[in-house]
């Protein structure tokens, strides 16, 4: 039997859903890099654990709370990384939009320390 990445552990105790109550996977110092200009109003970086609050409140503002994921495949890299390829799904002004995403994780004494969140811009029309 083969043992679970002690970093896949602490991502799934992270629930996107609900923030709060997962705030304490991530360091106190986090940033999580959102790339992504042709949504000018998420793109940039949140810092702290605030930061991922106000992150994730902005994404369920613009898509009205009508945004899901299905994790393709997950695969740690060494002790600090983990590289997730997920699928999303989302409503942004009226039209649904299909994108891969690639997210890089990077997890230090148990804690997500940094998050690079890097969407298929190309599936967003151009604002």
Known sequence: MTEEHPNIAVLKRFNPA???????????????????????????????????????????????????TNVVSVAPVGDELVVVHRQQVMNLEGHRIESDVVVVWRIVAGRIAEVWDIPSIHAVPPS
């Open 18 to 68: 609900n923030v709060a109550e997962s705030v304490d996977v991530f360091a106190e110092n986090v940033v999580w890099h959102y790339y992504n200009p042709r949504l000018p109003d998420l793109h940039g970086d949140y810092v702290g654990r605030a930061g991922i609050q106000t992150f994730f409140d902005k994404l369920a503002s613009l898509t009205g709370d009508a945004f899901s």
